[in-house]
């Protein structure tokens, strides 16, 4: 009765967690095997034998047949007259094979082998679990909210595993209630008391990229990669793209059709602003990319310190700090250097400036349209900014900016 139990017990155990035949059959053996070794102070002279399929085993003993006065070791010998009790053909020198039933092993015996095995299972499960989980850091997971406390809440994966999402992973305006469906990602697997404690995330930029690659097929293809992310969770976020086909336009595709694809994620994200900016090598245009909405008149980078200068007219002051200086700091983070922001205190001149559009004539318009793409919207506003800088923010080619700086340069020339 003592056996059935104990491989109904790990069956059940199989079926329910489902354990490979092997691991099943080596667990089985050794809590076997270490139950022999204390009872008899070996097992090498043990064979277990398992048999999954019907949901049974047996354990066999081999000893070697000796004279009744030669008798040694009673853990690997027989006396010939014992063995001839169990066959009467049996000589000196033979091996007898008997099985060993559980039962003879004592009850409280076999209820530590049970315990035993419950625990090595449960061990096994444990750590199945925290490597499944470990592989899958920065991985999407979808589970339904289970139980919701005040720290954190608790979520089932399908399989009915446990995570967690603390309160300090959520979007600070997520609301979940009881049998929510809710998405994140893995952020940490820890071993706490050889359980493994898995943990989740809606906060971490990995979120934010999982998402971009269920809503982009461009990014989950590798046609366009996400070269960084920055958020302040809730609120807003910048995502400098970059697409290695010519022909796509990274935010144009990031983006949609009328929003169609950002969409989706602006509303998982609880309607979270995201800024998608197209990446470049090109320390100032990325400066100009990232402050966005703002338009810089003039920037100057300082590699060695890694800070950036940005000079605006005192009307986009306010648009590139941001509310409570979030746009400011999501452009420090996304460019990797300090920027600071400075009034454009430019004299006034007596000559009346000069619109970029009434240079029509001389500059083709996409040349026009290049230069106020980077605040430039009037001719000195343009001479205000160095010729290399122009190069640098404009990506025109050197013999282009050299004649624009020509044409309005002899507008105030007297």
């Known amino acids: 009765m003592e056996t059935i139990n104990l491989t109904e017990t790990f069956t059940e155990f199989k079926e329910l967690k489902n354990i490979d035949r092997p691991t099943m059959v080596g667990v089985l053996e050794n809590v076997f095997r270490g139950t022999l070794l204390k009872l008899y102070g ?25 004279a009744d006065d030669k008798l040694r070791d009673s853990k690997h010998e027989i006396s010939l007259s014992e063995a001839q009790k169990m066959d009467e053909t049996y000589e000196e020198g033979d091996e007898v094979t008997d099985e060993v039933r559980l039962q003879k092993f004592g009850r409280r015996a076999v209820l530590a082998l049970r315990q035993n095995l419950a625990g090595r299972i449960a061990d096994l499960e444990n750590q199945q679990l925290f490597d499944k989980y470990t592989d899958r850091i920065g991985e999407l997971v979808v589970g339904e909210v289970y139980q919701v406390w005040k720290k954190e809440a608790l979520i089932l994966d399908d399989n009915g ?30 071993m706490k008391n050889n359980v493994p404690v898995i943990i989740l995330s809606r906060n971490a930029p990995e979120f934010l990229e999982r998402l971009f690659e269920l809503e982009v097929p461009e990014i989950f293809d590798g046609i366009i990669t996400i070269k960084k992310i920055v958020r302040v969770p809730g609120e807003r976020a910048k995502v400098a793209v970059q697409s290695y086909d010519d022909r796509i336009d990274p935010v144009g595709a990031c983006v949609g059709m009328k929003g169609s694809r950002i969409h989706g994620i602006v509303r998982e994200l609880r309607n979270e602003n995201i800024d998608v900016i197209n990446y470049t090598d090109n320390v100032q245009l990325m400066v100009q990319r990232a402050l966005n909405p703002a338009k810089a008149v003039n920037i100057k980078v300082n590699e060695a310190t890694r800070r950036v200068e940005v000079y605006l007219h005192p009307n986009e002051i306010s648009m590139a700090i941001g509310k409570g200086g979030l746009n400011i700091k999501l452009a420090n983070q996304l460019v990797g250097y300090e920027i600071d922001v400075f009034r454009e205190d430019v004299e006034r001149e007596q000559e009346e400036d000069v619109k970029l559009d009434e240079f029509s004539d001389e ?52």
């Open 363 to 414: 500059i083709d318009v996409w040349i026009i349209n290049a230069l106020k793409a980077i605040g430039c919207d009037t001719a000195k506003s343009v001479l205000r900014i160095s010729r290399d800088d122009l190069v640098k923010r404009t990506d025109l080619e050197e013999e282009t900016v050299d004649e624009v700086i020509r044409i309005l340069s002899e507008e105030f020339e007297e």
């Open 42 to 66: 070996s097992d090498d002279n043990f064979d277990v034998i398992i048999n999954i399929d019907k949901g049974d085993f047996e354990i066999w003993r081999n000893r070697i047949i000796v």
């Open 161 to 190: 595993n446990e995570l967690i999402l603390p309160k300090t992973e959520q979007i600070p305006s997520d609301f979940l209630r009881k049998s929510d469906t809710v998405r994140a990602v893995v952020h940490k697997v820890e």
